[in-house]
């Protein structure tokens, strides 16, 4: 998985083309805020889980959907989710192609029907922990901060060696909860699974030097502010 890179596996997710539902209303509001230096609280976090979902490094957002979530060979570029939706004709239950699908609509924001198809991934397949995974990432771009780490929790829970999801917890610790040395645990855990050389095991590396660097250099089991 790791050849290409994480996040070279999965070709190019599309840009988010409209903000979340939820969101519509506010993101004009609040990039003009960041814009004129007056940003809320509110739409920082928004604006970090869209960052979060389009790959922090550039990369890794590949791996997520390597495997079930590569794009089908062939597919009309108009379309990605044509085929996808072909194979469901032929097989509603086709986990495959369920997570295919979840993943297009989940890159052009539509959260509602990404998380119908992640759940129904879970009907069949309880412990898949790459809908696990991508709820949470549905969670993020809700603003739902918790609802989301409680999600990637799980995922590493009943595989603690799932890439995809070690990225996004650890990105979420250093980029919304600013927990660093919580991040940089999880992040050598990340390099434990992609190797120290890959293309995202550099990445996480340097996530690692940033997180030291915000803890005043403190190693990564010590506490910052006091906290243990």
């Given at each position: 998985?790791?050849?290409?890179?994480?996040?070279?596996?999965?070709?190019?997710?599309?840009?988010?083309?409209?903000?979340?539902?939820?969101a519509k209303k506010d993101i004009g509001n609040e990039v003009r805020r960041l814009l004129v230096g007056r940003p809320t609280v509110t739409g920082v976090v928004w604006l970090l889980a869209i960052a979060l979902v389009i790959g922090v490094s550039g990369g890794y957002i590949v791996y997520r959907v390597m495997g079930?979530?590569?794009?089908?060979?062939?597919?009309?570029?108009?379309?990605?989710?044509?085929?996808?939706?072909?194979?469901?004709?032929?097989?509603?239950?086709d986990v495959e192609a369920l997570l295919g699908l979840a993943h297009v609509q989940l890159d052009q924001q539509q959260l509602d029907a990404a998380e119908s198809l992640y759940q129904q991934v879970l009907a069949l397949e309880p412990k898949n922990v790459e809908a696990i995974t991508h709820l949470g990432t549905v969670s993020l771009n809700r603003g739902q901060v918790d609802a989301a780490f409680a999600r990637y929790d799980q995922a590493l829970a009943i595989d603690p060696r799932y890439a995809h999801a070690l990225w996004d917890k650890a990105n979420l610790l250093q980029q919304?909860?600013?927990?660093?040395?919580?991040?940089?645990?999880?992040?050598e855990a990340f390099i434990q699974v992609v190797g120290a050389e890959s293309q995202?095991?550099?990445?996480?590396?340097n996530f690692i030097a940033e997180a030291r660097k915000a803890m005043g250099g403190a190693p990564a089991g010590k506490a910052v502010g006091g906290k243990s």
């Open positions: 998985m790791c050849g290409v890179g994480v996040m070279g596996q999965k070709q190019q997710r599309k840009q988010q083309k409209k903000p979340a539902e939820v079930s979530s590569a794009a089908p060979v062939g597919g009309p570029s108009s379309d990605p989710a044509a085929l996808w939706r072909a194979r469901l004709l032929q097989n509603p239950k919304v909860k600013k927990d660093y040395p919580g991040a940089v645990q999880v992040w995202d095991g550099k990445t996480a590396q």
